[in-house]
């Protein structure tokens, strides 16, 4: 059995772009007014009057399999715990914005509270206590669905063995760890 | 995607890049001088007296740009092989290092013995030290050249890895990019020495000398022509790359930055300078006094300012296009 490899799955035919995940994860973590560490995107309306349809995409940091934001880190700063979760460490991050520039995702954004990058942390004090991460547990359409990837028996590994799947800016090389199900 | 989150490196970042290029590059001519023989110890020794100096400013603008700038030690702590940051800083930590030595070495013996006492004590209790007679500093001179260039082309080809290697970034994400910024560092580093040849030849603290003159701008001519060489093949890949790399560079065929690229880098930063520094040498290789002295003596002036600029202006290009382009989804 290989490591525990932790990831969403989003099901964006549920989502109803109420955002309720930014208003929970911003209360849960706090999130300077002004910024979030996720987001809604919408794309549409597409097709012709009366076959309208529109898409949203809800969206956080990817949790990256081969992060780019870890890769140009100039102190080790950013790093991947062991069940893929993608983490600050505050002691040696030195504020240079690198990692900001170089995530394809726009994941990261300022806190000028602490001078240096901030973004989804998985809500790792919910999740290491088994816990739902905040967006997950609020989302009223059950779009956001997070999990084990490697454990074929979880609720993300059984969504993508049954579904079609895509993934964001694949030719980016950073591994995204979000899978979306049209 | 999650909101636009702006451009995060501003002037600070230009301007450290450009000094650091640009002592670089006077610190690579510098020792090839050096290596070069006695009939270029002007540029040398000016070299040698300046070059730290810019390094060591810009990487202080450099600390002073972080959002965190008292725990820049971390950097120091580690060596992060894969992120062109951490080994940039080891590596204009050596580069100080070594320009500070040779500085010393270049100093004239009258110089190196005010060298406060303690300093020397130690110095000379660690390594056997004592001011150097002339001919031991320039066989030390001589030792220390080789290492000094692989370290200086080192130094100016990080600061384009530092934007080039980053694959979300399609305006930079070019082999071509690092390429661009050591040459245009080398042509800074002649500029920057002509101009200091001048300024010492005019001051009259050295009688103004041709013949290194003439080789500054006869490298900086190749420089130059390398760099249109390097241009040409940017835009062309980019135009005709992925659909990421085409709306890239866009940006300065028609979008926001066409007119700083194309005025201030190409035609003021390149050409401009290239005609006046071929008229210069054209004119000494053909003893022609036609010009008169004008062009002979301002003339190298004023070409060494445009390419100052023009480095300045390809560096402040270069980050903020940088930070506007971004991968395309889908």
Known sequence: MAEKRMG???IESRCIDCRACMVA??????????YHRNWVNTEGPTGTFPDLGMRHKPGNCMHCESPSCQRVCPTGATYTRPDGVVLINYDDCIGCLYCIIACPYNARYVNEEIGGPDKCTFCTQRIDKGRAPACVETCLGKSRVYGDLNDPGSEVSRLLAENPSTRLLVDSGNGPQIYYIP | MGPETGELWGFLIVAYLFFAGMGAGTLALSALCTLLGPRYRVVSRLGALIAPWPVAFGTGLLIFDLGRPTRFYHLFTTLEWTSPMSVGSWLLSIFLILAMVNLFLWLPEKVQRRVPLPVRGSLTSVSGWRPLAAERAEAWRRRLAPVLI???????????VLLGATPTRPFWNTALTAELFLFSALSSGAALLIAALWIAGRRGWRPLQHEPMMLLARIDIALIVVEFFLIVPFVLHQALGTESQFESIKLILGGRYTAPFWILVVLFGLGVPLVLEAAEVFQQHHRLRRFG???EGYGALAAAILVLMGGVSLRWVFVFAGQVARLLPG
């Open chain 2, 150 to 160: 692989p370290i200086a082309l080192a130094v100016g080809i990080y600061t384009g």
């Open chain 1, 25 to 34: 994860c911003s209360v849960e973590n706090d999130v300077p007014v002004g």
């Open chain 2, 293 to 295: 002295h004008w062009l």
């Open chain 1, 8 to 10: 969403f799955v989003i």
